[in-house]
């Protein structure tokens, strides 16, 4: 069980740049979600994959976030024009078909906005 | 909308003693109930899940919760607290019949003592 890998683990960048992360599920798995975690808070949803399809989105993802999730296997998540109100911990998680709800999640990807 | 409240953002208990982290919840409809822990710079991991059948839930590492109705509540247990579970413990709630997002409360931190 190799579990759900997430890269990077740390990005820095500046504001107004894009910056985009990956998400490898538990292969097995064909419901991939991602969710935003900042300090002191629990993770808040942003979107969610069953195979290919993107089933729903949050009001949180704004039109500078993008997800996809082609062939549905890995996931990619791009925000495009950075904000400081961007910075915060980028979860993803996946299940399988009879779960529904997310049973793994990955490590993150922090991303700091200088 | 569905939402939870955990009490207490921070537990400190002995070794051995009973562990107790509570959360109360906020649905009109059925609710589907769930725990999650997250060790240090690790993903969350499901403890444990409520979807309408039994109200006492056993879920990993000794932990269990009970669903009860009249008191809004699913307070996680655990008889026996072990250096291994301090912690950060999230709970979730997501609407029975729809969506597939989960309202994550802002989590408990727990402190096990010698």
């Known amino acids: 069980d190799t579990g759900v890998s997430q890269n990077p683990r740390h990005k820095i960048t500046k504001r107004g740049q894009n910056v985009t992360f990956r998400c490898d599920p538990i292969s097995e798995h064909n419901r991939l979600y991602w969710y935003r975690q900042t300090l002191g808070q629990g993770p808040e949803f942003l979107t969610y994959f069953q195979n290919e399809a993107q089933l729903e989105k949050s009001r949180l993802l704004s039109d500078r976030f993008s997800a996809e999730r082609p062939k549905g296997s890995f996931s990619t998540l791009e925000i495009q024009r950075t904000e400081q109100g961007d910075s915060a911990m980028y979860l993803c998680a996946s299940s399988s078909d009879r779960g529904g709800q997310p049973q793994h999640f990955g490590d993150g990807t922090r991303l700091s906005i200088l | 909308a569905q939402s939870v409240t955990q009490l207490g953002s921070h537990v400190s208990v002995s070794e051995g003693a009973l562990v107790l982290l509570r959360c109360n919840y906020s649905?009109?409809?059925?609710?589907?109930l769930f725990w999650y822990v997250q060790y240090p710079n690790q993903g969350l991991q499901l403890l444990l899940k409520?979807?309408?059948?039994?109200?006492l839930v056993k879920g990993i590492n000794g932990f269990e919760a009970e669903f009860k109705k009249s008191e809004t509540s699913f307070h996680l247990t655990k008889p026996s607290a072990h250096m291994s579970d301090a912690a950060e413990y999230f709970c979730?709630?997501?609407?029975?019949?729809?969506?597939?997002?989960?309202?994550f409360g802002k989590g408990t931190s727990l402190l096990v003592t010698p």
């Open positions: 409520y979807t309408s059948a039994a109200t």
């Open positions: 979730a709630v997501k609407l029975s019949n729809s969506g597939y997002a989960l309202n």
């Open positions: 649905s009109s409809v059925p609710p589907y």
